[in-house]
């Protein structure tokens, strides 16, 4: 049978063209399929968020050859500081601090915003013969064969590939038409996302306080600039937002503090209705499922698009080490292997997550107090704090070669 190419990939949000790419330079050819028109999704105002990539994700994005383009627009982050706190008073004097310094890779991680990412990843995939982007066109059915599968356009048009990888997001058709069935809840939190410009320097620190209402996220930006990720719930969220932006800066204050100076909006302002959407299985019959399709966790460490990024590293290293064992890509037996790999990591990350925003969203006393002793016992104990910035910097476990920024 004539494929029209090696992989097809449902989804060009993210993790959708991270995939081509690490893909197509390890000689496969890749048609991705995106229902958003691409120009519509570069536009400056069509996503607010900015992303706390791990530095294992900037190791990726190196390996691919974009980190040279992206560099001037990331800001490092160069300490992490969380606390707990109320609404009415702010952040409360426990605070857990993790500085860069103590790993010795340099930063930990950087800020780097939406339009500048999805905007590289469509340069990168334009200037790549070996990727086909279809956008403005959804997929809309798939049929899986011995040697390879279909997939029909909703323009009609009927592509063939040997393996089909859902990036569709957390309500992925792809994953749902290959009979994968999914666990998930929403928080009933919705983050109010927004750029802010500040008085003083933020000098590379991105803050986590944890409100009883839902986790505020401070995460630098270059120049005096924070991005927020406000999470209230749904309704207080719909009610901040529909505030003019001089009252939603006046919302916004108590729980900001002023150690920033002044603040002020620097840009549009976004919500994001938050929940979890875990994928039973990562693999079908000739289908695999990366990014949000396999797992949409709670942004509360910002770690949704790391974990991502680490199945498109894993799933490359294991199609391109099957590819030139001679092996059929779209095998059970190669795509086990990814789910090997990934599965165990994404879902127990997912519901950690989960339970850290279930901890600490509420205000009893009772946790309240057990959360400063042990956000205390972590601070005073050296190792303790090293294990978890390697873990926030996506050091740990057993690392695929694109994120440790080498070639496969
Ligand atoms: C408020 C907020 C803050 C966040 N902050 C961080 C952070 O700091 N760090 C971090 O690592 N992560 C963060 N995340 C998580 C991150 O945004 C997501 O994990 C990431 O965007 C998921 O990318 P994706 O490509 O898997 O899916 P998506 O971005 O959802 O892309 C899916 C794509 O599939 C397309 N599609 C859907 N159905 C079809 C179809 N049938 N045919 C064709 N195309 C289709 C859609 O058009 C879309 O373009 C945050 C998330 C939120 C909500």
Do not use: K
Not at 63 to 73: E, H, I, K, M, V
Request: hydrophobic share 45%; glycine share 12%.
């Amino acid at each position: 049978m004539t494929q029209d190419a090696d992989i097809l990939i449902a989804g060009g949000g993210l993790n959708g063209p991270a995939l081509a790419l690490a893909l197509a330079r390890n000689g496969f050819s890749v048609t991705v399929v995106d229902g958003r028109p691409a120009p519509q999704r570069a536009e400056p105002g069509f996503d607010g968020r900015a992303y706390a990539l791990a530095l294992a994700s900037q190791r990726l994005l190196a390996a691919l050859g974009l980190w040279d383009g992206l560099a001037p627009r990331a800001q490092p982050i160069l300490r992490v500081v969380t606390s707990d706190g109320t609404t009415a008073t702010g952040p409360s004097p426990f605070v857990l601090a993790f500085d860069h310094a103590e790993i010795e890779e340099g930063p930990m991680g950087y800020l780097l915003e939406d339009r500048f990412l999805y905007a590289a990843f469509l340069a990168a995939m334009e200037a790549e013969p070996r990727i086909r982007l279809i956008s403005g066109a959804t997929v809309e059915a798939q049929e899986v064969g011995a040697s390879g599968v279909t997939i029909t356009l909703s323009t009609g048009a009927h592509l063939s590939g040997r393996l089909l990888v859902g990036c569709d997001g957390r309500q992925s058709g792809t994953a749902r038409r290959a009979g994968i069935r999914r666990t998930g809840w929403g928080y009933g939190q919705t983050a109010l996302v927004a750029a802010i410009e500040h008085e003083r320097p933020h000098e590379g620190t991105a803050w986590q306080y944890f409100l009883p209402s839902g986790p505020l996220a401070i995460l630098p930006l270059p120049g005096n600039r924070s991005s927020i990720v406000w999470s209230e719930s749904d309704a207080a969220a719909a009610e901040i937002q529909r505030l003019p932006d001089a009252d939603y800066l006046t919302a916004l204050r108590p729980r900001f503090g002023d150690f920033l100076g002044a603040i002020s909006l620097a840009g549009e302002r976004f919500t994001y209705p938050l929940s979890l959407s875990l994928a039973h299985s990562f693999v079908a019959p000739r289908v695999a499922l990366v990014g949000d399709a396999a797992h949409g966790v709670h942004p509360i460490a910002g770690q949704g698009l790391n974990l991502g990024l680490r199945d498109v590293a894993a799933l490359a290293e294991v199609l391109t080490l099957a590819a030139r064992r001679g092996e059929d890509v779209g095998s059970p037996l190669v795509l086990d292997r990814y789910q090997q790999w990934r599965r165990f990591d994404a879902t127990a990350l997912a519901l950690g997550m989960d339970m850290v925003n279930s901890l600490f969203s509420n205000d009893n006393p009772i946790l309240r107090a057990g959360r400063d002793l042990g956000m205390g016992i972590v601070n005073a104990v050296p190792g303790l704090r090293r294990g978890f910035i390697r873990q926030a910097a996506g050091l740990t476990g057993d690392l695929p070669r694109l994120l440790q920024g080498r070639p496969i």
